[in-house]
């Protein structure tokens, strides 16, 4: 097994990006964010009621996309890496067939 040991906190800098993420939404994505994070809003499981409600379809929840968060920072610092604070902003919603791409730049160190 090939296991990423991160980078060295020497080598981060500034302006630095890191590798991004891409993630594809799917129905199973969102049975597994609806079942995991205990968030049984229909507007997360129900097309209808979602639609209904001005979403284009079901949609990711909050929790999900701060664990999205987590898992590309501490992918890219490694297992010994530690996220201390993180802010978000949605703009739009993750629906099944959507690709999400993570990206991110080291703006101070």
Not at 20 to 32: D, E, G, I, Q, S
Request: aromatic share 10%; charged share 20%.
């Amino acid at each position: 097994m090939n296991a990423h040991k991160g980078i060295a906190w020497a080598d981060v800098r500034e302006g630095q990006d890191l590798p991004p993420l891409t993630f594809p939404v799917t129905y199973r994505t969102l049975a597994m964010d609806v079942a995991g994070t205990r968030d049984i809003y229909p507007i997360h499981h129900d097309p209808v009621f979602a639609r209904n409600n001005g979403a284009r379809g079901i949609f990711l929840n909050t929790m999900w996309y701060q664990g999205l968060i987590g898992r590309f920072i501490n992918q890219w610092g490694g297992p010994e890496s530690f996220l201390r604070k993180l802010g978000i902003s949605m703009k739009a919603h993750g629906c099944p067939g959507d690709v999400l791409t993570v990206d991110g730049t080291v703006t101070r160190v």
